[in-house]
């Protein structure tokens, strides 16, 4: 509690100029919307989806295999999901941003480790350390602070928030791949580290709140609560869920993690070797980075409108649908020497992965509640994890031993497929 008690000198100072009560002014939510969906952007966008671009690079100058090269993506993926449970508990103890801050710093450091490397476990060590950090920045943190500071408007916020993950694709991959072009993969990770740090730490600064109750405020911008101790505590214990082991026990949750698992095997063996795909068959590198780049881009439209369609439709048929558009993504690849399966693969890749991003943390509140919100979402995120890890490695092997992508595509179709399926027997157990 000593580290909240400096900044909510700061944080009261805000609560005159924006309170939800004044009719003119916004409601603070919506400025950690805002800061949370820039952090994604340069987090998300360096750490998670520039990265694949380097691939052809350091295969061409250091001669490594697919295989060697996809094992740091896995490396990335797995040490990404072991610190995903433990980052709640991490925040519970320290805060917010001191976290998030040191996550930044982490991956900063990381990149300097991607810039310096000479050999295979150099840059699976840098793999290691920006994965470990961009847990600590994005994801978990995020998303529990837009589940904290919105409640009626959930939904909306989290579309907004999570589409700063496909803006961070959309601009990040296509300079990453013009830095690389012009100044070599070296200095192209230096100038992710720098893009990273900066701007998050300002962010943090000036802007995140690590909930609405140290600003004498409430979910959504309700009347607001008194700035004390237990107003913060009060607002997350009155809400209704399961507890953690009770959640684990159920087997909605054993489901829902099938449903991440298989669909972050499908997209991330896509994502992960999407440019070197496109470049194998005769695109050029720009042409390779900015379709990923498009993919990516288009997301923020299904980000922004899974949520609304999910309380239309029920958020399971909508998720089901999400990932139908995946795996049909991946049927397009096979006939990615066509130029308009690239425009093909763009809008269901795009559209399919910002709905179906958004629409996961809302599966868990919907299901559990928010009582272990963070907990349940870090052990979800794990499972997702080491689907994104299996299935890039899977997908570099298939390649070395074929010489091509296609048999790969089959298995990443047959996972998106379980997936599709898997997500239509979810069902909302009783929470008390």
């Not at 694949?52 to 295969?59: E, K, M, N, R, T």
């Not at 994801?139 to 589409?163: E, H």
């Not at 961070?168 to 740090?197: D, E, F, K, N």
């Not at 296609?406 to 069902?427: D, E, K, Y």
Request: with cysteine; glycine share 12%.
């Amino acid at each position: 509690m000593d580290q909240l008690s400096t900044s909510d000198k700061t944080q009261s100072a805000s609560v005159d100029v924006l309170s939800p009560n004044t009719g003119k002014n916004l409601f603070y939510g919506w400025w950690i919307v805002v800061g949370c969906c820039f952090i994604l952007v340069v987090s998300v966008g360096a750490g998670l989806y520039s990265l694949p671009i380097f691939l052809v690079p350091l295969q061409e100058h250091f001669g490594w295999s697919r295989t060697s090269l996809s094992i740091g993506a896995a490396i990335a993926s797995i040490s990404l999901g072991l610190m995903a449970p433990w980052v709640g508990v991490i925040i519970e103890r320290f805060g917010m941003r001191p976290v998030m801050f040191v996550g930044s710093l982490i991956m900063a450091f990381g990149f300097v480790g991607y810039a310096s490397i000479m050999t295979l476990w150099h840059f699976w060590l840098a793999s290691a350390v920006v994965a470990i950090g961009l847990s600590m920045v994005a994801f978990v943190p995020v998303q529990t602070l837009i589940s904290y500071w919105f409640s009626r408007r959930r939904g909306v916020a989290m579309g907004l928030t999570l589409a700063g993950i496909g803006l961070g694709g959309l601009t990040l991959v296509p300079i990453t791949g013009m830095v690389i072009s012009i100044y070599g993969w070296r200095i192209a990770y230096m100038a992710l580290g720098i893009s990273i740090l900066l701007p998050v730490s300002i962010i943090l600064l000036l802007v995140i709140r690590d909930s609405p109750g140290v600003m004498g405020l409430q979910p959504d911008g309700d009347a607001p609560a008194t700035q004390t101790g237990e107003g913060v505590t009060s607002e997350v214990s009155e809400i209704l869920g399961l507890e953690f082991g009770e959640a684990i026990r159920s087997s909605v949750f054993w489901i829902l993690t099938i449903v991440v698992f298989a669909t972050a095997f499908t997209t991330f063996g896509i994502v992960q070797h999407l440019s070197a795909l496109l470049t194998d068959i005769g695109y050029t590198p720009a042409i390779a980075a900015s379709t990923l780049g498009s993919a990516i881009g288009l997301s923020v439209i299904g980000r922004i409108v899974s949520g609304a369609l999910s309380d239309r439709l029920g958020t399971q048929w909508v998720c089901s649908a999400l990932v139908g558009l995946i795996t049909l993504s991946a049927v397009v690849l096979l006939w990615a020497d066509h130029k308009l399966a690239l425009i093909a693969f763009s809008l269901c890749f795009g559209l399919g992965l910002g709905g179906y991003n958004v629409l996961l943390p809302l599966l868990v509140g919907m299901c559990f509640g928010l009582k272990a919100f963070s907990k349940i979402l870090g052990v979800v995120i794990l499972a997702s994890t080491i689907g994104s890890s299996l299935g890039p490695l899977l997908v570099g092997m298939l390649f070395d031993v074929h010489g091509d992508y296609r048999i790969a595509l089959l298995v990443l179709i047959s996972f998106g497929l379980v997936g599709m399926i898997a997500v239509t027997f979810i069902r909302r157990p009783a929470i008390s």
